[in-house]
């Protein structure tokens, strides 16, 4: 454990921060795997508690930090983008970033099959780090830790998590404009099981205003969605004219496959 010991100091003069109780960010790296081997060190825990405290506040620290930056945002909209920030990618990023996974104790078969550098792993390291600091130095310091990737990460996500996909877009415009609700139905289903394609129709009040294809069902629904708004004169950048809307007449589509709306 002792280059365990110089590994973690070297790791907190990185971050810029000092542990009172060096037992907690040292119970951090403790992965599962590596206590079913140990023999000499049966007194140490591993991280899956920590983990499971650090995905907690880092929750409530990213949801903190969104409610103040985006007053204007309903509740939705927030949480859209509060998963695009904690989800498995952006953790295991940030811990990339930090090279936590260099500082991990395994197990021989974890480290054999790349334990060190898989998703899962670095997301649950960082989260258990988490854990470990909110423990030792409480909320303000971590959240001063946290809170700049966060702002970075924000900008980057923010963009694409905010905005609302075609099939939203609709169903609200419609039912504040006209008073109803959009319908799909699948007009044609072809190739095999593992090269499927759908073409779903969406209508509202019963007449068509879109078509779209996809490799599934939801897919189909958000082309057809994104050609419904541009019929409607809504903008809809998700929607490109691929022929469809001619090549199955509107108006007139015949239903080949499941029927109802959903």
């Known amino acids: 454990m002792d280059n365990g010991h110089h590994s ?41 508690r920590l983990e499971f405290l650090g995905d907690a ?37 940030f811990a990339r970033e930090l090279c936590l996974g260099n500082h991990l104790l395994l197990g021989r078969g974890e480290e054999e099959n790349g334990g060190r550098i898989r998703h899962t792993t670095l997301c649950d390291t960082y989260e258990a780090f988490i854990g470990a600091l909110y423990l030792d130095q409480g909320i303000d310091v971590l959240r001063g830790f946290l809170e700049p990737r966060l702002l970075e990460e924000i900008e980057r996500v923010a963009h694409f998590a905010l905005a609302k996909d075609p099939k939203s877009r609709l169903q609200e415009w419609v039912q504040a404009a006209m008073g109803q609700t959009p319908r799909y139905r699948t007009v044609l289903t072809e190739g095999p099981d593992h090269a499927r394609k759908f073409i779903r129709q969406v209508t509202i009040d019963k007449q068509p205003y879109g078509v779209g294809e996809g ?48």
């Open 8 to 48: 973690l100091k070297k790791l907190q003069e990185a971050v810029g921060l000092r542990f009172n109780d060096f037992t907690l960010i040292q119970r951090a790296f403790v992965h599962r795997s590596y206590l079913h081997e140990a023999d000499d060190d049966s007194d140490l825990q591993d991280n899956q």
């Open 57 to 93: 506040v880092l929750s409530f620290i990213v949801s903190e930090l969104l409610f103040r930056l985006y007053p204007e945002r309903r509740e939705g909209e927030l949480t859209n983008l509060r998963s695009g920030l904690v989800r498995r990618e952006s953790l295991s990023r």
């Open 215 to 262: 490799q599934s069902k939801q897919e189909a629904e958000q082309a057809a969605a994104a050609m419904a708004l541009a019929r409607l004169g809504q903008t809809s950048p998700g929607y490109v004219d691929s022929g469809l809307a001619e090549a199955y007449e509107l108006a007139s589509v015949e239903v080949q496959g499941e029927r109802g709306g959903v």
